[in-house]
């Protein structure tokens, strides 16, 4: 009964590339983390506390966050006293699936983008100051002009000092068409974009915003203005408001989710950078207490470096080196 | 900042407070408390296992054994324990060479081009000397363009080439800088991951080229326990001289900033409190300490009571407090002991939440504290410890010893009386603030 063969059969071939890139991009994390988890593994024969209070500490690591980790780590007790399970090894199987069941909770997980039915989508980018919100737009927009579409970037970060030529830099970069307007305010850059979207036939428009901590009450203020500017030109809009979290973020990344579901209809997460060393643990905790998925990662970058969030490579990625015969050694 | 830590580090401690003795057992459940305050304000795992280690042991020691009051011992290990983590004292950057050299590094994002505007500013606010901006991000789309907006906005000039070799520019940028009679090269570089080998030998070569006096590493003050990896990383490349964190005007809790410094023996600098240029603070361990604990300032106002006031004397004005026989030669050494702190108002303002309480406008005029100590003064000594013996005739004759009308000393007398009922609460504990 090996957990991974469950994983192993949902990848076809063609997401074997894909596997690839998350492997890359998640090594780094994975060393660390698994390495950690078999040499805990290896060093406790039996299940005592000094292998739970180990195991906290690795899952802490990670960023899982507190309340996640401390409940996880209730639950394995739990179940280990009712199962009678002694060796460590044992346990390594139900941690992968107690993890797995942290972020599926029973629900049906839709990390697909919610495409308008009729005129253009709009997408909305929300998060706190240098999370990647230009850089995902770039990349988003790359993706969505390979698929074909007629992509417009709204340059609504009118706040900090040269982000509208980042994002006319991107949109030069990936061939796709920018709305932007010198010293304006957002609302009104945006009412712009999304007229011109509508009458020159855009299929999806992708919006900047600027970054805004989410305990500044006027910046959060500033954002449902800009909604209720979007929903007056197109009325169903924004049809994804994405969230975007840096993958370094510790336990404040929960604070973010909350607080901008709190002023705008959050759709998702971005996780970005999560090509570095840090684990991005905060999203099953974010998705434990707020039941916000993650749709896309971030893993370089490049223009490519932007890839749909699947729980399953993800944690299949986190637990790959697990797997297998290095176990038992 | 760091509102969640604080009040949740508080209410462990008004737990102790409200057991009054420290056992072994209390310790235990309060040390938990705090334990799991410090892992959700995202400090390092480790630290925070040594942090819990270290405040136990002392609780239980000697010291908080024999005090009167286990309870605000509790509190002052913990805060010293607070200014460990964060360095003890401050640390000042390395401003010596013409021009002085410094150089900004850190993860994409972490605010490293808006922290060199705010830098600059603060240099030249403090010194009058003039600084250069280097412009050596040249791979992420305007971040050149980002930087140049900033220095007009301030007046200072930056420096650029496009988007040439950033050690070359760095290296031109030095040259420039003496030949045009600028103090300080601050160079902006692009954000990497520690782990992008290239990239970090980028930085060792522009290292080489310049010599820079002070690498300062930019901190995103949200990042949790992978902080510690990325310091390591850039530090294993660079000898970092210091640590900027930022963003610290968000509801963070301070994580990294308990962190970086017990770890990694990198001093935090400066700390990024606001979007405006001028919002980066010099930073202060103890000053951040009480800010943690949200304690305003009223940890330097005991150490400064503890400096000026008679240990001794203030015992026996607690032990008759006790009694509940405060008489007005009490009131006398105590308006003394207080006129030994100094200025009212900015003891006032020491008090948390001062502002709250408007305490941070109070004016106290000093003549009324020699009005008062004059009218006691002019009493005898057995007035002084039986007041409910002055009379018209006698409060006369006072009035006229000090030199002022008898409504005041009629005031004075019904302040002692307020006074003494309020100790009397306060002795059953329910004695709330008058404001």
């Known amino acids: 009964m090996k957990i991974f063969d469950k994983f192993k059969k949902v990848f076809n071939k063609q997401e074997q590339e894909e596997i690839l890139l998350y492997d890359k991009g998640l090594e780094k994390t994975r060393e660390v983390f698994s390495s950690k988890l078999n040499l805990l593994n290896s060093k406790y024969k039996k299940v005592s506390d000094e292998y739970f209070e180990e195991l906290e500490e690795i899952l802490i690591m990670a960023d899982i966050g507190v309340n996640t980790v401390m409940n996880f780590i209730d639950k394995l007790k739990k179940r280990v006293k009712n199962e009678h399970i002694t060796n460590a090894s044992d346990l390594k199987e139900i941690i992968v699936d107690e993890m797995f069941i942290i972020y599926v909770n029973n629900d049906i997980i839709v990390n697909k983008i919610n495409f308008a039915s009729s005129g253009p989508t709009v997408m909305l980018f929300v998060g706190v100051n240098g999370v990647g919100k230009t850089t995902t737009i770039g990349k988003i927009a790359y993706q969505l002009k390979q698929?074909?579409?007629?992509?417009?970037?709204?340059?609504?970060?009118?706040?900090?000092?040269?982000?509208?030529?980042q994002l006319i830099e991107w949109a030069n970069k990936v061939e796709a068409d920018v709305t932007y307007k010198e010293n304006a305010d957002p609302a009104s850059v945006i009412f712009d974009g999304l007229n011109k979207a509508k009458n020159d036939n855009y299929d999806v428009v992708l919006i900047d915003t600027a970054g805004r901590l989410q305990n500044k009450v006027n910046l959060m203020h500033e954002l449902e203005k800009i909604n209720k500017v979007i929903s007056k030109i197109i009325e169903d809009a924004p049809h994804e408001t994405l969230l975007v979290i840096d993958a370094t973020t510790g336990q404040n990344g929960i604070s973010q989710a909350k607080s901008f579901m709190e002023i705008t209809n959050i759709t998702g997460i971005v996780l970005t950078k999560l090509d570095g060393t840090?684990?991005?643990?905060?999203?099953?905790?974010?998705?434990?207490e707020t039941n916000l998925p993650v749709k896309y990662v971030g893993l370089g970058e490049q223009k490519t470096d932007l890839k749909t969030f699947d729980i399953e490579k993800y944690i299949y990625g986190l637990f790959k080196d697990m797997d297998g015969d290095n176990l038992e050694k | 900042m760091f509102e969640n830590l604080g009040e949740r580090l508080q209410n462990a401690m008004n737990k102790i407070k409200g057991y009054g003795?420290?056992?072994?057992?209390?310790?235990?459940?309060?040390?938990?408390?705090?334990?799991?305050?410090?892992?959700?304000?995202?400090?390092?795992?480790?630290?925070?296992?040594?942090?819990?280690?270290?405040?136990?042991?002392?609780?239980?020691?000697?010291?908080?054994?024999?005090?009167?009051?286990?309870?605000?011992?509790?509190?002052?290990?913990?805060?010293?324990?607070?200014?460990d983590l964060l360095g003890k004292e401050k640390a000042d950057l390395n401003l010596k060479g013409s021009p002085a050299v410094l150089m900004v590094v850190g993860l994409q994002g972490s605010g490293k081009t808006t922290t060199i505007g705010k830098l600059s500013l603060l240099l030249r606010k403090k010194y009058h000397l003039k600084p250069l901006l280097v412009a050596c991000d040249v791979y992420r789309p305007a971040a050149i363009d980002q930087l140049k907006q900033i220095g007009k906005q301030l007046n200072i000039e930056v420096y650029d080439e496009g988007k040439k070799d950033p050690v070359m520019i760095a290296k031109n940028s030095i040259e420039y800088a003496k030949n045009n009679g600028f103090n300080y090269?601050?160079?902006?570089?692009?954000?990497?991951?520690?782990?992008?080998?290239?990239?970090?030998?980028?930085?060792?070569?522009?290292?080489?080229?310049?010599?820079p006096k002070e690498i300062l590493l930019v901190v995103d003050s949200m990042t949790g326990q992978d902080a510690i990896n990325v310091i390591n990383g850039f530090n294993s490349h660079l000898a970092l001289t210091g640590a900027i964190l930022t963003k610290l005007d968000g509801d963070t809790r301070g994580g990294v900033a308990l962190s970086v410094r017990h770890l990694t023996n990198i001093?935090?600098?400066?700390?990024?409190?606001?979007?405006?240029?001028?919002?980066?603070?010099?930073?202060?361990?103890?000053?951040?300490?009480?800010?943690?604990?949200?304690?305003?300032?009223?940890?330097s106002m005991i150490e400064k009571a503890e400096e000026v006031i008679d240990q001794d004397e203030a015992m026996k004005t607690y032990k008759k407090i006790q009694k509940g026989n405060l008489d007005l030669e009490d009131f006398l050494s105590q308006l003394k002991q207080i006129k030994k702190l100094g200025s009212i108002e900015n003891i006032l303002k020491m008090i948390p939440g001062a502002k709250k309480m408007g305490l941070n406008n109070v004016q106290i005029n000093p003549k009324?504290?020699?009005?008062?100590?004059?009218?006691?003064?002019?009493?005898?000594?057995?007035?002084?410890?039986?007041?409910?013996?002055?009379?018209?005739?006698?409060?006369?004759?006072?009035?006229?010893?000090?030199?002022?009308?008898?409504?005041?000393?009629?005031?004075?007398?019904?302040?002692?009386?307020?006074?003494?009922?309020?100790?009397?609460?306060?002795?059953?504990?329910?004695?709330?603030?008058?404001?």
Request: no cysteine; charged share 30%; net charge neutral.
């Open chain 2, 185 to 211: 090269v601050l160079i902006d570089t692009a954000g990497r991951l520690h782990i992008d080998e290239n990239l970090m030998a980028e930085l060792e070569a522009i290292n080489n080229a310049v010599n």
């Open chain 2, 368 to 435: 009324d504290m020699a009005h008062i100590e004059a009218i006691i003064l002019s009493m005898t000594p057995y007035e002084r410890r039986h007041p409910e013996i002055l009379k018209a005739t006698r409060k006369q004759r006072i009035a006229k010893g000090s030199g002022r009308t008898v409504e005041e000393v009629n005031r004075l007398l019904k302040q002692f009386e307020q006074m003494k009922t309020m100790t009397k609460q306060m002795q059953k504990g329910n004695f709330k603030l008058p404001f």
């Open chain 2, 21 to 83: 003795k420290i056992t072994e057992e209390n310790i235990s459940e309060v040390s938990r408390e705090i334990r799991l305050a410090l892992l959700e304000a995202d400090v390092n795992y480790k630290v925070v296992k040594e942090f819990v280690n270290n405040v136990k042991e002392k609780a239980l020691g000697e010291e908080v054994a024999k005090s009167l009051k286990p309870g605000e011992q509790f509190v002052k290990i913990v805060k010293d324990e607070l200014v």
């Open chain 1, 147 to 165: 698929e074909g579409k007629k992509v417009l970037l709204i340059a609504g970060d009118t706040f900090r000092a040269g982000a509208t030529e």
């Open chain 1, 278 to 288: 840090a684990k991005g643990g905060i999203v099953l905790a974010i998705k434990e």
């Open chain 2, 267 to 299: 001093p935090i600098k400066f700390v990024g409190v606001s979007e405006k240029m001028d919002g980066l603070e010099e930073f202060y361990p103890e000053r951040m300490a009480s800010r943690i604990l949200d304690m305003g300032d009223l940890m």
